[in-house]
Every structure is written in C-alpha cells, then in structure tokens.
T-cell receptor, first 115, second 109 residues
Framework: DVKVTQSSRYLVKRTGEKVFLECVQD?????MFWYRQDPGLGLRLIYF???????EKGDIPEGYSVSREKKERFSLILESASTNQTSMYLC??????????????FGDGTRLSIL | GQNIDQPTEMTATEGAIVQINCTYQ??????LFWYQQHAGEAPTFLSY????GLEEKGRFSSFLSRSKGYSYLLLKELQMKDSASYLC??????????FGIGTKLQVIP
C-alpha cells in the first residue's frame, strides 16, 4: 500500500513565524501535491510538483512556497504565517503513466493553527 | 476554467440506495474521480471514470456522461460506516485535478 506521511498531525504557530510542513511518500511517485481544506471551500490546490526540483502553482499559491529536493519528499513553507492560513493541510502523491491522470493518495493531514 | 457542483448534504436510511450527483465544467477534461472522506481522515480513492457509462465496484457504482458534464456516485445497501463526505473531482490538463466541496452523507438507522 502507498504510504504518504505528514510530519505533524497538529501544529500551533504564531503570526509571522516561518512554518515548514513536511511530506514523504514511499512509492516512488513522480507527482506530489499540497492542498488546504476549509469548510465550505473544499480541497484547494496550493502547489504541485511533477519531478524533483520542479514545481507548479496551484489555485492559491500566495503566501506559500514549496521545495522538492528529493523525489520522496515535498515540503510546504509558509514564509510568514498569518491567521488566515489556519487550516487543514493535505499532502498527496500520484504516479505518472497510463495515458491519463492516476488517483492521488493522501496523507492524514496536518491541522495548523496560527495564533 | 474549472467548476464543480455537488449537493452539500444528504441523508439516507441504512439499507437503502443513494445517488450523489456532480456536474462539472472543465476545460481539457480527462476524467472524473470520486473520493470518500470520513471525518478527520484523509480522502481515499473510490473510482475514476474516463469513458461514458456506468462502472460498478461492489456496492459502489459511478456514472459519467461527458456530453452532459455530469456524473453520479451510487451507493447500494447503505451501511452506517458509509456516513462520510464524498468528493467529486474533475481532471483536466496534466495532473490538474479540481475538487468539489464534497457531499456530506449521513446514514440513519
């Protein structure tokens, strides 16, 4: 089974802090994604990466950056945390191939609170 | 652009059948995913439809009409453990997947 592991289940940080959320997958997937999930808004894509050192902006990249130095690890960085970034953050991965998009496998999520 | 519409909440009785509808407007449409998400847990993959028609997987079936921009998820013989949110997600462009807000299904005895 695919395992996507997020470093923290719950995290509390202060406004203005630099926050790192880490995600590791063990199935050699090419693609990795960061979403945030908010009530009434659903899952929204922040950034995704289709290869090492490659990144693409999603629908809501403002205030975030990402890093993918190794294939199995995809980090989300909040450069200067703000209260409107309080949310559930979900990491996902998927393989490439089959001529079509493949299902994404999700981590358990990090519930981040910015005070 | 991408736009997905699905009902916010539904209630159904244990043992019954329920149909969750989803309409989408997706440029470069590839296919339609359904995911299940229990409260406080990660979404898990249920189905992916690329071609028109019905695909059955045990108690769950998913239907797609590309010409109408319409899909539904059919759950038969409902069980209490089926209480969850069901996310419709359209795939358009390379690895670009857009999720709906999800339909929260409550199964009652």
């Amino acid at each position: 089974d695919v395992k996507v592991t997020q470093s923290s289940r719950y995290l509390v940080k202060r406004t203005g802090e630099k926050v790192f959320l880490e995600c590791v997958q063990d199935m050699d997937h090419e693609n990795m994604f960061w979403y945030r999930q908010d009530p009434g808004l659903g899952l929204r894509l922040i950034y995704f990466s289709y290869d090492v050192k490659m990144k693409e902006k999603g629908d809501i990249p403002e205030g975030y950056s990402v890093s993918r130095e190794k294939k199995e690890r995809f980090s989300l960085i909040l450069e200067s945390a703000s209260t409107n970034q309080t949310s559930m953050y979900l990491c996902a991965s998927s393989p490439t191939g089959g001529g079509s998009n493949q299902p994404q496998h999700f981590g358990d999520g990090t519930r981040l609170s910015i005070l | 652009g991408q736009n997905i519409d699905q009902p916010t909440e539904m209630t159904a009785t244990e043992g019954a059948i329920v149909q969750i509808n989803c309409t989408y407007q997706t440029s470069g449409f590839n296919g339609l995913f359904w995911y299940q998400q229990h409260a406080g847990e990660a979404p898990t993959f249920l189905s992916y439809n690329v071609l028109d028609g019905l695909e059955e997987k045990g108690r769950f079936s998913s239907f797609l009409s590309r010409s109408k921009g319409y899909s539904y998820l059919l759950l038969k013989e409902l069980q209490m453990k089926d209480s969850a949110s069901y996310l419709c997600a359209s795939s358009g462009g390379y690895q670009k997947v857009t999720f709906g807000i999800g339909t929260k299904l409550q199964v009652i005895p």
